[in-house]
């Protein structure tokens, strides 16, 4: 066993296919079918079953997968740790963002920070919230940045950024001439919501329950799975939702949305810096955690 066979043996468990896990190591199919035999022949057991879904890990192969990413964290961490000794920093750091800080957010941050130090390479995954917390808690992820606190006893979340939502409507909408509408007025349009496990959602639903409103009481038009489709069902007619400013700040400089407040209803909330309470950050992933806060206090936390 070595650590190069580990990284394949990851692929292909992440990825499950051996067709797919040799594209992304840039490395013939036999030879990666030949590397995980190595690995079966070394452990004695079978890891990885072939069935018409894909390459699924078996119970041993599971096993196996948790402690190989921890082993390659820690190879990555080491390698970090000594270029920093040596005043330099480089490595790999994969972090997730749920879909506004992943899409508005973090591209930003990481496009400064990698200007700064070229020799780092950041990998983004754009999840809901709860995706991002199950891979911050299963170490897929060193940490991330979401639109909600989740009170996960195996997390820590410290506030980055301060957003706002608003609610957005069509410039042809009855309201899109208003700057204010009463919070009860939500009940009599078709009204359209993000997806469970989004932060988004989750913020709606609590600012609500606060003004003592319902979700069932609205009419309900669709669930959508990303913030981009929610804009685009405002655009076509299928309803109003309640999206962040940051999310269609372009669209209201366009003229192509409309946003409201709402009486009633406090729709401010922040964004978390989310990361395992458990584990020891990587040289790296402490630096970009510091850059992350620097990045917030120049922007004003608006």
């Known amino acids: 066993m070595d650590l190069w066979q580990l ?8 990825l499950k296919s051996f067709s797919n896990a040799a594209r992304k ?40 997968y948790e402690y190989a990413q921890r082993l390659l964290a820690l190879k990555a961490e080491t390698e ?33 920070f990698c200007r700064e130090y070229p020799e ?10 709860a995706e991002i917390i199950r891979g911050t808690l299963d170490r897929t992820l060193e940490m991330g940045i979401v639109g909600a606190l989740e ?10 950024i301060d957003d706002e939502m608003c609610l957005v409507v069509r410039p042809d909408h009855a309201w899109a001439g208003r700057e204010k509408i009463d919070a009860k007025m939500l009940f009599d349009v078709p009204f359209i919501f993000r997806e469970t496990g989004s932060g988004t959602l989750k913020s709606i639903l609590k600012s609500l329950m606060a003004a003592g409103l319902e979700m069932e009481d609205l009419k309900i ?3 959508l799975g990303s913030t981009q489709a ?3 069902g405002i655009k076509s007619g299928l309803g109003v939702s309640i999206l962040s400013r940051i999310a269609v700040a372009d669209a209201l400089r366009a003229g192509t949305l409309n946003a409201l407040d709402i009486s009633g ?11 395992h309470k458990g584990r020891t950050a990587s040289p790296l992933c402490s630096a970009f955690k510091a850059f992350c806060r620097e990045w917030a206090g120049e922007s004003g936390n608006d």
């Open 221 to 223: 038009a669709a669930e």
């Open 265 to 275: 209803i406090d729709l401010r909330r922040s964004f978390y810096l989310t990361w």
């Open 7 to 14: 990284q394949i043996f990851c692929r292909v468990v992440e």
């Open 25 to 64: 190591v840039h490395l013939s199919q036999p030879t990666v079918s030949s590397h995980i035999r190595d690995l079966e022949a070394d452990f004695g057991c079978r890891l990885v079953d072939r069935l018409a879904r894909g390459a699924v890990p078996t119970r041993a192969g599971e096993l196996l």
């Open 80 to 112: 970090t740790a000594m270029a920093q000794f040596q005043g330099a920093l480089k490595g790999r750091l994969k972090i997730g963002g749920s879909t506004i800080p992943g899409v508005y957010l973090l591209p930003k941050i990481v496009g400064r």
């Open 120 to 129: 780092v390479r950041v990998s983004i995954s754009v999840q809901d919230t």
């Open 151 to 160: 009170g996960e006893a195996g997390i820590v979340q410290e506030p980055l």
């Open 230 to 232: 929610v804009i685009q």
